[in-house]
């Protein structure tokens, strides 16, 4: 058996909160997108139906023992959870997390990212309306965040390389003091007996220097960037591409479907990108569609399948098996991002197949 950690991310969206039921609607949550999906061309995969957990709520303890359970039974290791913090205390969707937390159940590792980006309207096609906006006030800031995230780090559940714990950070360019933000993080977690953090960034390209940002290592989040893609669809293309958005809008209007719609096998990675001497780990995807959030503003990558999945996952694990024990590390995009199609956790079509992947190449020895 081999030494990979493979780590899924983790939503929190499955729950009402006041500011959905604002925006959206009493009662909203990811649930209500992914209930109303249909499909938007042939063969198009949609709606996604769970199956074993069902429509569940994340505020249900149970709920959140039985996806333990199910992730500990097909070898992952950790859940990393999408953590908000939007400046001067704003938070929001930390209920789950903060109940797994406070509880001690269920026990399983965990890991948290933190999801610095501003909220919009994009989810229905207005993404030009603010919901929340992300906002960087000072080191005082950076204090109370990493005070709100202690408990977690100390922890004996938090998941760690090298006895420091892995905190994630989805944008870390778009800070604007960037170097304050990590000074205050590594001083504050030595000042509190941790050995440290292990930083891991996303949103940048593999040749990003962590040295110089002061992390640890990275995981290029490129699921929705053209470079992800080895080839497409040129009619598609053709109108993606199009200087001027008109002529988008007349073939959604016209077709009523995506214009990014490519086939997942022509999007599997090798992973064999030269990171300059970072450390990289892989993000796997195993599908995504995100048409139930953003209709034909939706990106869509077709056909995905357990066997496909199968070959990006092996990519991933060969990428760190290079690197010591403690950073063969690979992530996993999502265990349950379903409005995004985006999900381990089983659905009505494929069931466990997903999980099985994941176990058997994990289970593969050397």
């Excluded at 609607?25 to 995969?45: C, D, I, L, R, S």
């Excluded at 023992?65 to 500990?72: T, V």
């Excluded at 930083?199 to 962590?210: E, G, R, S």
């Excluded at 001497?277 to 599908?287: H, M, S």
Aim: glycine content about 4%; hydrophobic content about 35%; aromatic content about 16%.
């Amino acid at each position: 058996m081999n030494n990979i950690k493979a780590i899924a991310f983790y939503l929190p969206q499955f729950h009402p909160i006041p500011e959905n039921d604002t925006w959206w609607g009493t009662g909203f949550t990811e649930w209500t997108n992914v209930a109303k999906a249909k499909p938007m061309f042939p063969g198009h995969y949609q709606p996604h139906v769970p199956a074993d957990l069902g429509f569940y709520d994340l505020r249900v303890p149970e709920t959140r023992k039985a996806q333990a359970d199910l992730a500990r039974a097909y070898g992952i290791s950790a859940f990393c959870y999408w953590h908000y913090w939007f400046g001067n205390g704003r938070r929001i969707l930390e209920r789950p997390f903060q109940e797994v937390l406070e509880s001690n159940e269920p026990d399983f590792p965990f890991c948290l990212a933190w999801a610095n980006e501003t909220w919009s309207g994009i989810w229905h096609g207005n993404p030009k309306s603010v919901l929340i906006e992300q906002v960087y006030p000072g080191e005082q800031d950076y204090i109370d965040h990493f005070n709100a995230v202690l408990p977690a780090f100390k922890d004996p559940r938090y998941f760690k390389v090298d006895n420091k714990p892995l905190f994630m950070v989805y944008k870390p360019m778009e800070i604007p003091d960037l170097d304050l933000f990590v000074s205050t993080f590594r001083r504050l977690a030595v000042d509190h007996g941790l050995e440290g953090l292990h930083l891991v960034a996303t949103n940048v390209d593999p040749d990003w220097d962590t040295q110089k940002y002061g992390f640890d290592a990275l995981t290029p989040a490129v699921h929705t960037k053209d470079s992800y893609l080895k080839s497409a669809n040129k009619f598609v293309d053709l109108y993606r591409r199009a200087k001027t958005s008109r002529l988008n809008k007349i073939y959604k209007k016209i077709f009523k479907r995506p214009t990014r719609i490519y086939q997942y096998k022509d999007a599997i990675q090798d992973f064999n990108e030269d990171s300059k001497g970072n450390i990289y780990y892989p993000t796997v995807i195993p599908n995504w569609d995100n048409s139930p959030r953003s209709g034909v503003n939706g990106f869509v990558l077709h056909n995905s399948t357990p066997e496909l999945f199968k070959k990006a996952f092996i990519n991933a694990v060969s990428r760190v098996k290079k690197y010591e024990p403690k950073n063969q590390i690979v992530f996993l995009k999502s265990w349950n991002e379903w409005a995004e199609g985006n999900h381990l956790e089983p659905d009505l079509k494929f069931g466990h197949k997903y999980l099985e992947v994941v176990k058997d190449v994990l289970q593969t020895k050397d």
